[in-house]
């Protein structure tokens, strides 16, 4: 896996994101390990992607924007991260609610 051979770069985005947001780089870097796919994007036109479920060091959720350049086998790029609204996303914050 690229993240855990330390294969990632942060998107001018993603750190935006992570700093509105108050998350830690190595929160997210370090919740790779216990992440959920929640929703998958292979045909991006950057590159696949995948919006992921994860946890903050304080077990806070996090949802977090992973992809890989097209035509490329790496680097991870974390394309945005953000803590989930509840008012957008079921109790487990996995499902968007439907309106």
Avoid: C
Wanted: proline fraction near 7%; aromatic fraction near 6%.
């Amino acid at each position: 896996m690229l993240v855990l051979r330390d294969d990632v770069r942060i998107s001018d985005h993603g750190f935006d994101e992570l700093g509105k947001d108050d998350i830690l780089a190595d929160d997210v870097v370090a919740g790779v390990l216990t992440a959920k796919s929640i929703e998958d994007y292979p045909d991006r036109a950057r590159g696949p992607s995948v919006l992921a479920l994860q946890r903050d060091a304080n077990d806070r959720p996090i949802h977090v924007v992973w992809a890989i350049p097209a035509r490329q086998v790496g680097p991870a790029i974390l394309v945005t991260a953000y803590r989930p609204d509840p008012a957008l996303w079921d109790e487990r914050f996995e499902r968007r609610k439907t309106t």
